[in-house]
Structure formats: structure tokens, C-alpha cells
């Protein structure tokens, strides 16, 4: 998920009727673009010309030329003579959007806008608890996990968001279907914050921008004194991160931003150092050299029931050597029970206190996405 990337250059156009989707904002004159670089996010920015709004997308390969570029202009309004070749028009505000990945219904949840999703990739792609949990009227769109041609023509979603990875061929499914593909770079972001400013650009969709920008200062604040806290606590535990898969323990790289969580938390990771921003493939021998002394240990995992001490013992025993399991400090978030990355994507606050309430010392806090496992499976 590392090659093919859009960059989105949107601009709208706003007459007199499109007041609300500029309320508050000041129009370039002419057109002159104007761009408002995000606080953390690297791969998006917005701004306005031709008297309506405007928003790039990078590839993280090359933050300086767009890739896709987008122009908004509200329904009823005309799209405007002498608009740059290759900028994708979208009426706004979206009343039928479609969301590909969970962390996009996150975005529009959080900007009380869900009842128009209208369609997902898959239904059965849902978190449990997720907040369409219960709606009988989506469409889907995918086929396993590529577009399904025929399924969005006949859904016909004014936009649908989506996050591309390595393989998929989008001009193919652009040359083909009418609606719009809206998409979203969150995922390859390598800071917390940069992640969840997101909302702002899919706000833009919906008219909401003001919304969006007062949701974020809230979430920053309510980070930025986590973090704080964790900084001055005097204590900096280190710490072990995920689970190997089929022989490979995925270490999250220096530079990602699970990185910068653990960083923010007040907490020592062995692999602070490495320069990647995905994660490392490292044999188990190598974690249990170097990260054998973590006092505390973070996974998550999907498959199943929370494991306990003992199942992991009973997968392999070197488990037992490492220091965070003899402490019994090993949290586990189970994406099986909670919708993690649908809510956590707008509550990285969260999800850092979650971290840093051991460098805290802070033992009437109760984290909430990762839980304490047991020595064994609660009767």
C-alpha cells in the first residue's frame, strides 16, 4: 500500500447560493487560489477559487504536486468556464455518500452525518457495535475487496470514500462509473493528529467545515494534555508492541505513527530509532533480544476471544520469558469487540491515555480501548 496514490486538488464554485458551504470563509478573487496547509496532516490541504472551495491530495511519495484534484460547487450552481483540466467536479453537500473503510464512517459520525451513508464496501466489513450496525437499507459495492462495477452503478453514490492501496487500478473504475472517487489518505499519515484532521477534508463534502475544525481543537487539546501529563510524570516504562503473524512480528517502524503514540505516552520503544514510517518484519528472535525487558506490552487483535497469559503460554512458551508477562502488564484491544478503528480514528486522545496511564501512575484510570488479559479464561 505504498505505490499508488491520488492527490486530490478540489475547487468550488460558489455563487450567492453557496453560502453554506463558505460560511465564514473569505473567497480568492478570481482565481486566485488561496491554501490552508492542515496543523499536522501532510497529504491534504484546502482552500477556495472560482469562488468556491478547494482541496489537494498527496501521495506521501511526493507532497508537492497534486495527484487528484477535485472542484465542489453546490447543487443549482454551474460549473465554472476556464476550470483547469483533470479537476473532478462533486456537488455538495453529498446526500448519498458511500464509505469503502470503517474509519470513513468514523469521520462522518463524528460529523453527525451517518444516516447518509447510503452504501459500504461490505456489510460483513463492519465493526461490531459499529454505528450501522443495525441499518437494513445499505448498499455494497465491493466483491471481496475490489469495486464491483455493476453494484455502484446501480447505488449511483454521490461520492464514495476511499482509501487506495497497492493494486488497485482506479481509473479503471473512474472510465466506468459516474460517482465520484473521494479519496482518503488518512491511513499513510504518520502522526495521531495528522490521522484524524481528516475530518476536515471529508467535512468539506458535507458543508461542515466548521464543525469538523471545532471537533479537532477539541480532540487536539484533549491530546496535547495527555501528552503533557505523561511528559512530566519522571516515569518512562518501555514498551512492546503487537503480536508475530504466521512467523513475522510486524514492529511498528520509528517513524509511524503508533511510533509517535507510544512517544507521546511517555513511553520507551525499542525501535524508536528505525527510520520507516510502516512497520518492520522482524524475526522472533530479534524482538525478544531487543525487546524482551518492555514493562508493558500493547497488541491488538480481531481474531476471536481476548486471549488470557495462559493462551498465549500455550502459542509459544518463550512468551513467558518476557518481562511484561511475567508483570501480567499485557493489553489487549479485541477489534472484535469494539469498533476501534471507526471511533479511535476521532479519539486518538483516547487511545493515548490508554498508553501513557502507566508513565502516569495513575491507577484509578481505566483504560478503555486496551484491556488488562487475564492469567486464564474468568468463570
Request: proline share 6%; net charge neutral; hydrophobic share 35%.
Amino acid at each position: 500500500m505504498t505505490s499508488r496514490f491520488f492527490r486530490l486538488f478540489a475547487t468550488g464554485v460558489l455563487t450567492a447560493l453557496l453560502i453554506s458551504c463558505t460560511s465564514g470563509k473569505t473567497s480568492s478573487p478570481g482565481n486566485e487560489i488561496r491554501m490552508e496547509k492542515p496543523s499536522y496532516a501532510r497529504l491534504f490541504e484546502t482552500g477556495h477559487a472560482y469562488g468556491g472551495i478547494i482541496a489537494n491530495v498527496y501521495q506521501p511519495s511526493d507532497t508537492l504536486t497534486p495527484f487528484r484534484r477535485y472542484f465542489l460547487y453546490e447543487k443549482g450552481a454551474e460549473i465554472p468556464a476556464g476550470l483547469p483540466d483533470g479537476i473532478i467536479p462533486v456537488k455538495v453537500p453529498l446526500e448519498k455518500a458511500g464509505c469503502a473503510h470503517v474509519t470513513q464512517i468514523g469521520f462522518l459520525s463524528a460529523l453527525g452525518v451517518a444516516d447518509r451513508i447510503k452504501s459500504v464496501g461490505a456489510k460483513a466489513y463492519l465493526e461490531k457495535n459499529s454505528v450501522l450496525e443495525n441499518r437494513k437499507d445499505l448498499g455494497e459495492f465491493f466483491n471481496g475487496w475490489q469495486f464491483d462495477i455493476e453494484k455502484l452503478l446501480s447505488l449511483n453514490p454521490d461520492g464514495v470514500f476511499f482509501s487506495p492501496g497497492g493494486n488497485e487500478d482506479l481509473s479503471s473504475v473512474e472510465n466506468k462509473v459516474p460517482s465520484p472517487m473521494l479519496l482518503d489518505m488518512s491511513p499513510w499519515e504518520t502522526h495521531p493528529l495528522a490521522r484524524t484532521e481528516w475530518v476536515k477534508f471529508a467535512a468539506e463534502f458535507f458543508c461542515l467545515r466548521d464543525r469538523a475544525d471545532s471537533l479537532f481543537n477539541a480532540i487536539e487539546k484533549r491530546y496535547i494534555d495527555v501528552k503533557s501529563k505523561a511528559s512530566s510524570s519522571g516515569s518512562s516504562p518501555s514498551v512492546l508492541s503487537s503480536l508475530p503473524y504466521h512467523g513475522v512480528w510486524y514492529m511498528p517502524d520509528g517513524g509511524s505513527y503508533k511510533s509517535v503514540m507510544y512517544r507521546d505516552a511517555g513511553l520507551r520503544f525499542p525501535w524508536a530509532d528505525s527510520k520507516g514510517t510502516g512497520s518492520l518484519a522482524l524475526d522472533f528472535e530479534t524482538v525478544m533480544s531487543k525487546g524482551s525487558d518492555a514493562q508493558v506490552w500493547f497488541f491488538e487483535t480481531g481474531l476471536g476471544k481476548t486471549p488470557t497469559l495462559s493462551d498465549l503460554k500455550a502459542q509459544n512458551k518463550l512468551y513467558a520469558h518476557f518481562k511484561a508477562f511475567a508483570m501480567g502488564n499485557i493489553f489487549v484491544c479485541n477489534t472484535g469487540d469494539m469498533p476501534y478503528f471507526e471511533r479511535g480514528i476521532m479519539e486518538p486522545d483516547r487511545i493515548l491515555s490508554d498508553f501513557a496511564f502507566l508513565s502516569r501512575g495513575d491507577s484509578s484510570y481505566t483504560p478503555f480501548y486496551y484491556r488488562k488479559i487475564t492469567s486464564s479464561d474468568e468463570k
